[in-house]
């Protein structure tokens, strides 16, 4: 089993910054990637952003340039560095790792609880 646990999420103003992490633990592997969803009420969950093992990543649109996924691989956590954050963007953020690794449709193996980011305006 793998356990994903998320932290970091909070009530913000436009424009400012919050850093989610997600520790991992269990029986990893090594060879999936791993990503970060959301979804906000009333919306269906979206991709936000992916890392691979080989640290490649892609992200949505709509955070380009302002989000950024990293991984500690020694501390096994993955982050979320979330910058110019804006109201559209408040939403119950979780972490995510596979097998199976469904990038963005979302079919990730394994899924953290959430932590929830509120921006206002």
């Known amino acids: 089993q793998v356990q994903l646990v998320e932290a970091g999420g909070g009530s913000v103003q436009a424009g ?21 969803f959301r979804q906000a009420p ?34 096994n956590t993955l982050y979320l560095q979330m910058n110019s954050l804006k109201p559209e963007d408040s939403a119950m953020y979780y972490c995510a790792t596979g097998p199976p690794c469904n990038w963005p449709e979302g079919f990730f ?11 206002s305006s």
Not at 43 to 72: L, M, N, Q, W
Not at 109 to 119: A, D, H, L, S
Request: with cysteine.
């Open 16 to 36: 400012e910054s919050l850093r989610l992490s997600c520790a991992i633990s269990g029986h990893t592997d090594s060879n999936a990637c791993m990503g970060w």
């Open 42 to 75: 009333g919306k269906e969950r979206e991709g936000v952003a992916v890392i691979e093992p080989d640290g490649s990543t892609d992200y949505a649109d709509s955070v380009k340039g302002r989000f950024t996924i990293s991984k500690d691989n020694a501390k």
């Open 109 to 119: 193996g394994y899924w953290g609880q959430g932590t929830q980011v509120t921006v």
